[in-house]
């Protein structure tokens, strides 16, 4: 007897939500694994993410919410761009932050809503990231105050790291958060 599990014969609560959030139909992954083979994060995740998608499929919610995985992924669509049924895991993973925070499961990685938060904040402000502000505002908020500070120096030299912020088109990024918020 064949027997098909799809996100329609599941029945999965979990499967539903993650499927409309990001668009994706996460039963086309037939778990090959050569997206956790590319992924440059994968070393130091909890779980792959192969597994993480087959979890989903499985509608274990809580552990895959509670993953480190889905907040260390860096959204560089490397797992995106080598699976061979076009399932497109980067949204899946953004997909599952949003889901997370909307039910206000506590993220496993420390300070990782603190460094979205002044992440945003800064583009928000100038209509692009600006580094030197983000991460003084993210040491003196999370506590490490040093840290990455005598990489400054190189940084600096190499014109990597700007001491004043490139304004761009700062109304029409303010213009985007506003749309956001409406949602
Ligand atoms: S590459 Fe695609 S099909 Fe293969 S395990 Fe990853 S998501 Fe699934
Ligand atoms: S998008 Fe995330 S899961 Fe995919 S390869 Fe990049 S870091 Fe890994």
Not at 36 to 60: H, K, T, V, W
Not at 132 to 142: D, L, T, Y
Request: proline fraction near 3%.
């Amino acid at each position: 007897m064949k027997w098909l599990i799809d996100s329609d014969t599941s029945k999965l609560e979990f499967v539903r939500e993650v499927e409309e959030e990001s668009g994706i139909k996460i039963f086309a992954c037939y778990q090959c694994s050569k997206c956790s083979a590319g992924c440059p994060i994968a070393f130091e995740m909890d779980y792959l993410p192969n597994q993480i998608i087959r979890m989903a499929q499985l509608g274990m919610k809580e552990r895959v919410l509670a993953s480190r995985t889905i907040w260390l992924c860096a959204g560089c669509e490397t797992c995106t761009t080598r699976c061979p049924r076009e399932v497109d895991l980067a949204a899946v993973m953004d997909a599952l932050r949003i889901i997370a925070l909307r039910e206000k499961v506590k993220p496993s990685e420390r300070d990782v809503q603190l460094f979205n938060k002044i992440f945003l904040s800064t583009v928000r402000k100038y209509g692009r990231v600006f580094e030197g502000e983000m991460i003084g505002r993210f040491n003196i908020s999370s506590g490490h105050l040093f840290k990455d500070i005598f990489k400054a120096p190189k940084l600096l030299k190499r014109g990597r790291l700007k001491i004043f912020p490139a304004l761009t088109d700062v109304k029409k990024m303010k213009d985007i958060f506003k749309g956001t918020e409406d949602i």
